[in-house]
């Protein structure tokens, strides 16, 4: 089942001689379950179709399905309602919230989201990302890999139906990184969620189950052999 | 709140120096009030004890008690319900070492401004009267002989009566005569129908006098004419009017400070779908917990304050006046917080996180 579909999607920024094509003509489908990594270097215009998804940016042209509804030109407020329902962050700096414990951290998602999560399933989440022992730390008490795993499971809060993640390891060591890559595989299949990284390490794309370039603001998709 | 209160508990000493800020400015509105009110007592609490409703004064007075000179068959001229006569002269009271500055009332014992008596017996005699119990304070016991400044005459303290004071001084109360001696000293006989004003209780009723040479005024008027009265009350209404925008300028910039060292938590929580309203609701939510704490501290200080303060100092605590001024004061507070509301509301997501 296709949960996102962008159609002839376009991004500029500015206009005349200071005209930017920040992202070219781009079409992109994603799938329940599926774990898509989008590589590029920098400045490539990766970002920008991650936020575009996000409805954090509204494309030049083009159009953005979310489950099957057209999200391009909604309010921001609506946007922000899709966010939140539908769509998990995951950042490259923590996005943790300094002055809350981790518990605190999706209790505040529990009150923005109306508690749409049981406590079986809190407790299910906790377990799965390995931060029950965590729950009463503060983000400043933990280790770049715990932050890490605890914005996951912020992000899976309510099981929404797309996490983007933004160089989700940037500030991990291997072992870490490759650590938190094989949660956020396991976490797209258990849950049948649909992954979308951005990330400039290749090292880390042989969890994904598709992977595209982006140099730019073109969009391709690479053909390989999937081994994981 | 759920955000406000976590985040007031982590980060318990910067919280604590905004509610010490708050705490320190309401402290001074309400002491600054109590002061006011104390003020404002020892000018007119005397006046406020007969329930009066107007005073009767001389035209050519211009609303001044001192100035104002009528006589007692004047009254024939005044309708009213309740009609009192009222003598008044300034003096310096002596009795051996102890001195003080008075306001002599001349009165009639049958008229309703005659005060009741806290401690020893009403006048009965010439030169007996009930003094101002804060002449206590200034060393008068009962049985005083007190020597005046102006005549050769001696008063004798009969009985202390409680809120006697009018324009910061103790009031005497005597009768007539004895006013008269006080007053005219051995001119007293060719003076013996001269008061100053007519004091009026009209329960609802018009007030007419048949002389134009008198004027009716309403009693709240005749106080705000006390001199210096209504400068002074100005004053202390001014600076705790000015403390109110200190107390909101100095919780927009603590709140703007904190909210600008925040924006990228709060992009990030705009990112992942968190409203304006959710986290502009936080922050007004904060300045009220903040303001609330910082107001109740201010105001127990100021009680504990005035428990301790010798007497001499006139400070006077009106609770109504300063629950009106804590609730302003928390009000102006998250007017403060307005300037932070904007700042999150103006808030990109993308650019706090770095899109």
């Known amino acids: 089942m296709t949960v996102l579909q962008l159609k002839d999607v376009e991004k500029t920024f500015g206009s005349g001689r200071k005209k930017v094509e920040a992202l070219k003509k781009t079409n992109f489908s994603a799938e329940r379950g599926e774990f898509t990594a989008i590589i590029g270097p920098s400045g490539s215009g990766k970002s920008t179709l991650l936020t575009i998804i996000g409805g954090l940016l509204t494309p030049s042209d083009g159009s953005v399905n979310v489950n099957g509804e057209n999200v391009t030109n909604l309010k921001e407020k609506e946007r922000s309602h899709i966010r939140l329902r539908e769509i998990g962050f995951i950042l490259q700096a923590s996005n943790l919230v300094p002055f809350l414990t981790v518990a605190d951290q999706l209790r505040l998602l529990d009150k923005v989201k109306k508690g749409n999560m049981n406590k079986e399933q809190l407790e299910e989440l906790y377990n799965d990302l390995g931060i029950a022992d965590l729950r009463e730390k503060h983000p400043s008490d933990l280790s770049g890999g715990e932050r890490q795993r605890v914005a996951i499971a912020k992000a899976l809060y309510s099981n929404p139906s797309i996490i983007l993640a933004d160089e989700p390891t940037a500030s991990l060591d291997s072992d870490r990184a490759y650590e938190v890559m094989e949660l956020l595989k396991n976490e797209t299949k258990n849950k049948q969620t649909t992954t979308i990284i951005v990330t400039h390490d290749v090292r880390l794309v042989g969890y994904c189950d598709k992977v595209y370039r982006m140099v730019d603001g073109v969009l391709t998709e690479e053909k390989r052999e999937i081994n994981n | ?355």
């Open chain 2, 1 to 355: 709140m759920f955000l406000a209160l976590n985040e007031i508990k982590k980060n318990k000493l910067r919280f604590a120096l905004v509610i010490g800020v708050l705490m320190l400015v309401s402290y001074l509105v309400f002491f600054l009030s109590g002061l006011a009110t104390g003020l404002q007592d020892m000018n007119r609490e005397s006046i406020d004890k007969w329930d009066s409703t107007h005073m009767v004064l001389t035209e050519e007075s211009d609303k001044s008690l001192f100035e104002s000179s009528m006589s007692i068959d004047d009254k024939e001229d005044v309708d009213a319900a309740d009609v009192a006569i009222l003598g008044q002269v300034n003096a310096i009271a002596r009795s051996d070492d102890q001195k003080a500055n008075v306001s002599i009332f001349g009165i009639d014992e049958n008229e309703f401004i005659m005060p009741n008596v806290t401690e020893g017996e009403a006048f009965s005699a010439d030169n007996e009267v009930i003094a101002g119990d804060g002449l206590k304070d200034d060393g008068f016991v009962l049985g005083d002989e007190i020597q005046l400044s102006s005549s050769e005459e001696v008063l004798t303290i009969v009985g202390f009566t409680d809120h006697a004071r009018f324009s910061a001084a103790p009031v005497l109360y005597g009768d007539v005569d004895t006013f008269h001696r006080a007053k005219f000293g051995e001119a007293a006989d060719q003076n013996e129908d001269h008061i100053n004003a007519f004091v009026i209780r009209s329960n609802g009723e018009s007030v007419n006098v048949e002389n134009d040479s008198l004027e009716v005024i309403e009693t709240e008027t005749f106080i705000k004419n006390l001199p210096g009265y209504t400068e002074q009350n100005l004053t202390l209404t001014f600076m705790i009017y000015f403390l109110f925008v200190v107390s909101a300028v100095i919780v927009a910039i603590f709140l703007y400070v904190l909210t600008v060292q925040k924006i990228s938590m709060f992009g990030v929580m705009k990112a992942q779908g968190i409203s304006n309203g959710y986290l502009s609701r936080s922050v007004v939510a904060q300045t009220f917990i903040l303001a609330s704490v910082g107001v109740m501290i201010g105001f127990i200080l100021a009680f504990i304050t005035g428990v301790f303060l010798p007497s001499a100092v006139p400070v006077s605590f009106d609770y109504i006046t300063m629950l009106f001024y804590g609730i302003v004061l928390i009000v102006v507070a998250i007017l403060g917080a307005v300037f932070s509301v904007l700042t999150i509301i103006r808030i990109d997501p993308l650019e706090a996180i770095g899109g």
